[in-house]
């Protein structure tokens, strides 16, 4: 039997024991449908906001990097320290503040080969404090890095620093360059001017085989764009922000030139 079966049965009986008469049972049904549908819009209205907002996955982060970091001395789990250089707003509500912390780890890294090979970075960006103190974990990788120098970036974070293919050649010219004139001038001949050519060219192809390749380095005030690899979920209630925040004037590094170690090790 429905509510409302039930309803009509129960006046009914009152009715017949003349307490209620038949108006009385006719005015009861309306008032018990009116008093049903107040009842209900009065639970939606109770319906609590929403509890979280949401950044999606794929948002872009433009950060800058506070601690140096380089291949010749970073190893798997040493921390890296960033900060946010412009807000992140969604729907008309800022949700990330310029000036917002960023911290992370370094995954992996392989310092340059002797012969052939780049130096290389792996970067993990792990949790991220707002400027009210309120902290959220995430999880984020660099889609590029503005180094000051020609390193790259792949799809899976890794940063690989530059070669020296153009002062690995200048190497070898200025040896062979020196090695001809040494000749000339101790045979007085074109003969020993190529023999001189010959161990100079060596000579800087040597060097190039002893020492090892530029290292990769990402100086302090590097910048960084990292993407969302999944929704950053916020809690309502402490995302309030008004202003889009300020972050720290810092300079960016200054263009650079790779140049290849001195030490073989």
Not at 188 to 207: H, M, Q
């Amino acid at each position: 039997m429905s509510a409302r079966s039930r309803v009509l049965f129960l006046l009914a009986i009152v009715a017949g024991a003349g307490i209620l008469n038949t108006k009385s049972l006719q005015a009861a049904i309306p008032q018990t449908a009116q008093e049903a549908t107040a009842s209900s819009n009065a639970a939606g209205a109770a319906k609590p906001a929403a509890a979280q907002l949401v950044v999606p996955a794929g948002t872009r982060l433009p950060l800058i990097l506070h601690n140096a970091v380089t291949t010749r001395n970073a190893r798997p789990g040493d921390p890296i320290y960033l900060e946010t250089v412009f807000p992140i707003v969604i729907n008309q509500r800022i949700l990330i503040p310029a000036g917002t912390y960023v911290q992370g780890e370094i995954q992996d890294t392989k310092r340059p080969g002797k012969v052939k090979g780049q130096g290389e970075i792996r970067l993990r960006l792990n949790s991220m404090i707002l400027p009210n103190g309120y902290s959220v974990d995430f999880n984020a990788i660099p889609t590029n890095a503005g180094t000051g120098g020609n390193e790259s970036t792949d799809s899976e974070g890794k940063i690989k620093g530059d070669t020296n293919k153009a002062g690995d050649v200048g190497t070898i010219a200025k040896t062979t360059g020196a090695g001809a004139g040494i000749g000339a001038i101790a045979s007085g001949t074109a003969r020993g001017a190529g023999i001189g050519a010959g161990v100079g060219a060596a000579a800087g192809l040597a060097a190039i085989l002893l020492t090892r390749g530029p290292e990769l380095e990402l100086p302090r005030g590097t910048t960084l764009d990292v993407i969302l690899d999944r929704p950053l979920y916020l809690d309502a209630a402490r995302v309030n922000f008004t202003d889009p925040g300020r972050s720290s004037t810092m300079p960016g590094p200054p263009n650079r030139e790779p140049t290849r170690s001195s030490s073989p090790f």
